[in-house]
């Protein structure tokens, strides 16, 4: 158990973004591909021209439209996870239990 949450610490670590410059907005696009991308773009293009969600719904294929309700969703998440302060390690003695009068001694 101890090599698994050593494991995911290290895993954790190198997800982390590298806050060299780079804008967090540029990062979460790049979790997107192509199709999701023109998606977004069709959908924010319809919002901007003044159209409402139930709208645009009618407008889009179904499928389409789940896409593009989908992938925003997928880079608002990415975006948070990126602009997440990077909390320090903390280190400390492990908690000890209490000794009960139960442990099998009767």
Known sequence: ??????????????????????????????????NELGLVTEFRSLINAGFLPEGIATMMT????????????KFTLELQRLEAPVRPKRKGKPLKLPVSVYDGAE
């Open 62 to 73: 179904p499928d389409a439209y789940v896409v593009a309700l989908d992938a925003i969703d």
């Open 1 to 34: 158990m101890k090599g698994l949450t050593s494991l995911e610490n290290r895993i954790e670590i190198l997800e982390r973004p590298m806050r060299s410059g780079i804008d967090p907005l540029v990062l979460a696009l790049e979790t997107l591909n192509d």
